[in-house]
């Protein structure tokens, strides 16, 4: 079962960013008071980061039970554990750092130089374990209550970028070689995994990424336009700044 994508067009970054946030704590809340536990998926860029930087600021943080978060990656550079270009280095800085997380729900995918060396294939192999183990029943990832997703100029998600092997693939976890934006190696969920979320919120903002945006919810193909194949069984946002929305029909937009 998918979910009909819904667009949400917010004044600009900042404004899209502390939007982002407040709905972050009504969706833990909700899904603590539900089953005790949220599951949460992050993303890297700008607004990903920003996002979480307005959280961590935000009054209401508080209302979260931060040791009944499970923390994942949507997707990671293949870098050594301490390079700035981690997500999870950033989002650590930007909010993880800042609240009382229970270590052992916080599942990092692998760095270069890690348990499995510079071997990015076993790296993905090892998370796609991970998230095995963490699934309900033999489902081969845990129910995500959030998983939150970037988008490139390109349409591309994580980093399964358009026609590359990964938009092919249908593991949950994959090793990416030869990634078209630097670093070359990377980890990365795949649809499977991307699509067994129950919601899949896409925080897209700038000029740049419009054209993108707008292929995505006019039909196109998942391996041409990747952002396409983001879908939530039970509800996927797209969560634009009226940049990113500027090439979308009127009707498709909620203001």
């Known amino acids: 079962m998918s979910s009909t994508p819904t667009v949400v067009v917010h004044r600009d970054p900042t404004v899209l960013a502390n939007a982002v946030a407040a709905r972050l704590v009504t969706a833990v ?30 009054p209401a943080r508080p209302a979260i039970n931060w ?21 999870e280095l950033q989002a650590r800085q930007a909010l993880l750092d800042a609240v009382d997380l229970e270590p052992a729900r916080v ?46 100029p390109e349409g591309h998600i994580a980093s399964i970028f358009p026609e590359s092997p990964a938009a092919y693939d249908e593991r949950t976890v994959i090793g990416v070689h030869g990634c078209p934006k630097p670093p070359p190696a990377r980890i990365t969920m795949g649809f499977s995994a991307i699509q067994a979320a129950r919601a899949v919120w896409l925080l897209v903002t700038g000029q740049d990424k419009a054209r993108a ?22 509800q996927t946002l797209w969560l634009l700044d009226e940049a990113a929305a500027s090439q979308l029909p009127h009707d498709l937009r909620r203001l």
């Open 29 to 58: 809340v909700d899904a603590q008071a539900y089953g005790g536990v949220a599951s949460l998926v992050l993303t890297g860029g700008r607004i990903g980061i920003a996002s979480l930087e307005a959280l961590r600021d935000s």
């Open 67 to 87: 040791r009944r978060v499970d923390v994942w990656w949507g997707d990671e550079r293949f870098v050594p554990a301490d390079s700035p270009d981690r997500n």
């Open 107 to 152: 599942h990092p995918m692998g760095a270069l130089g890690g348990p499995d060396g510079d071997d990015v294939d076993a790296a993905a192999a090892r998370y796609a374990r991970e998230l095995a183990g963490a699934g309900p029943g033999t489902a081969a990832v845990p129910s995500f209550d959030v998983l939150m997703l970037g988008m490139g």
């Open 213 to 234: 945006v707008a292929l995505a919810l006019s039909g196109a193909g998942r391996v041409q336009v990747p952002a396409a194949g983001a879908i939530g069984r039970q």
